[in-house]
């Protein structure tokens, strides 16, 4: 029988993952705050003097360039490199890559590392890929759809699981490939939850090292599903954001799995 995103799930919270996340000063506690509500155990650790010994003890790696500066990207690189020596799983979040000189040749240092996956917003994929995008910061200004070609040359170009997310996400491993729809329009309303995603690929992918497009599409998919719950229910922006992470600790099961019938195609 084939494995079910909802037997992910299950598989996952009884696993715990521990998830060494080196994520951006917005969004550690959101990260972490989704990570517990989900069922894994995150540790938002970046000094350089102790990420090497965290990273191969953990069961996989997250990094985000959100608010880089000079000791964190030597940090991640030493944190990348003994992920890669202990063959655990590690996800890049590229934030914002494009935007300025230092961060385009940090995110050329760390592609060099052979990130595991890469999550990004639709355009810091086309820009991942040699392309050009009216965005000048975080916030994606171009569609899903116009990635998706990007999308597929950067997983192959890197050897990487690319997903690009948005009002749909798509992920690709360079052959096989994702379409997901669903969520809620008030989820980039709210910052980090990109980020927040990004920690939790993490976690699937530190359960199920050997099944990393089924963990990527699972992570994925328990977002898109906790944002239609929380947007049923939430005033706005503000009250959206906790009923999210109310909404990822209550999916069962069954739930994710009765929502991949109607959010998923597989291409
Ligand atoms: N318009 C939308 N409708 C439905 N879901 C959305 C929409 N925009 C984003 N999402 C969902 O929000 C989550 C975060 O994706 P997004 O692409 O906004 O990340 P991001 O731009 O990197 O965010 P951040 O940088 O603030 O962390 C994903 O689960 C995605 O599917
Ligand atoms: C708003 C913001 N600025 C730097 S990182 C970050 C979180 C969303 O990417
Ligand atoms: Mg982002």
């Known amino acids: 029988m084939s494995i079910t995103q909802g037997d992910e799930l299950t598989s996952m919270r009884a696993t715990a993952p521990l998830v060494h996340c080196i994520t951006n000063y917005v969004a550690m506690n959101m990260a972490a705050n989704v990570l517990l509500a989900a069922g894994a155990s995150p540790a938002m650790l970046h000094a350089e003097e102790e990420v090497a010994e965290f990273a ?94 990007a999308a597929v040359r950067v997983a192959k170009q890197h050897g990487s699981i690319v997903a690009v997310t948005g009002a749909a996400d798509f992920v690709t491993d360079g052959e096989r490939s994702v379409r997901l729809t669903g969520g809620s329009p008030l989820m980039p309303q709210i910052t980090a939850l990109g980020c927040s995603l ?50 990822l600790a209550s999916i069962e099961q069954r739930d994710l799995n009765a929502w991949m019938g109607h959010g998923v195609v597989t291409l």
């Not at 979040?93 to 990130?115: G, K, M, N, Q």
């Not at 639709?122 to 910061?137: D, N, P, W």
């Not at 976690?203 to 090292?209: E, L, N, S, T």
């Open 56 to 149: 191969s003890l953990a069961n996989a790696l997250t990094i985000n360039i959100g608010t880089l500066s000079a000791p964190w990207l030597a940090a991640m690189k030493v944190a990348a490199a003994s992920a890669n020596a202990s063959a655990k799983p590690w996800v890049l979040d590229p934030v914002a890559h494009h935007a300025t000189a230092f961060r385009r040749s940090a995110i050329s240092e760390l592609l060099d590392l052979r990130p595991t996956i890469i999550r990004g917003n639709a355009s810091e994929i086309i820009t991942l890929s040699g392309g050009h995008s009216a965005s000048r910061g975080v916030d994606s200004l171009d569609a899903v759809a116009a990635a998706e070609d």
């Open 198 to 247: 990004t920690c939790m690929i993490g976690a699937f992918a530190g359960d199920r090292p050997a099944r990393l497009l089924g963990a990527t599409v699972t992570a994925l998919a328990c977002f898109k599903l906790a944002g239609e719950l929380a947007g049923q229910q939430a005033a706005g922006p503000g009250s959206f954001a906790w009923r999210f992470v109310d909404a």
